[in-house]
């Protein structure tokens, strides 16, 4: 049963810092990788979505890298900004469409 | 893209009573959509796979009666959580895969608040 481990719980950065977010899972087979943004009271927002034959993707100032055979992915944020803060999900998906969450990293961006 | 809306978006029942949440697929046809449940501070878990014309296969420990799921088009999936209790109120979300099974779009989401 696939397994998905999100480090550190929560996060808390100044404004202006890069930092990285850390996603593992059990079963490195795994169709794709995603990440999700989640305001409280909210919904997901899509942020990106590598699928597995690729190794990473880029939209704006976030980067995610996927490492099937270590178990691994990394959402990367760069000059974090307050609005940035928001509790960020990754989800491993299988080939049937089915997504296991990680519980997910709260981080504050403080002005 | 692909948007997969739900309706409502929120809902406030009495304990007791049955609560139907739609999840539609507004520009493409899904053949199977997901319901998955977020307790408050919990992260989101599957809850059963929905499939057009057939029955709908629950995960481990999902009631299956009391979570009711209909399929009837490929545009559109409803959940219904009969005989809503408190411990029922939680965050509800689907999503459809479109156009393979490695993409997935996710609904806004339904809050539900069993009083």
């Known amino acids: 049963k696939q397994e998905v481990t999100q480090i550190p719980a929560a996060l808390s950065v100044p404004e202006g810092e890069n930092l990285v977010l850390n996603c593992s899972f059990t079963?490195?087979?795994?169709?794709?990788l995603q990440w999700f943004r989640q305001d409280p009271g909210k919904g997901l927002t899509s942020l990106l979505l590598i699928q597995s034959s690729q190794r990473e993707q880029t939209s704006g100032r976030l980067n995610a890298s996927l490492d099937k055979s270590s178990g691994r992915s990394t959402l990367y944020i760069a000059a974090s900004q307050p609005g940035d803060s928001a509790t960020y999900l990754c989800?491993?998906?299988?080939?049937?469409?089915?997504?296991?969450f990680g519980d997910g990293t709260t981080l504050t961006v403080k002005p | 893209g692909a948007v997969v809306s739900q309706h409502p978006s929120w809902v406030i029942c009495k304990s007791g009573t049955s609560v139907k949440i739609e999840c539609r697929s507004l520009d493409f046809q899904a053949t199977t959509m997901f319901w998955y449940r977020q307790f408050p501070k919990q992260s989101l878990m599957l809850m059963a796979t929905s499939n057009e014309g057939s029955k709908a296969t629950y995960e481990q420990g999902v009631e299956k009666d009391k979570f009711l799921i209909n399929h009837a088009s490929l545009t559109l999936s409803t959940l219904t959580v009969t005989s809503a209790h408190p411990e029922d109120s939680s965050f509800y979300i689907c999503s459809a895969t479109y156009p393979t099974p490695d993409t997935q779009y996710f609904g806004p989401g339904t809050r539900l608040t069993v009083l």
């Open positions: 079963d490195s087979a795994i169709y794709n």
């Open positions: 989800a491993a998906g299988t080939n049937a469409g089915k997504s296991t």
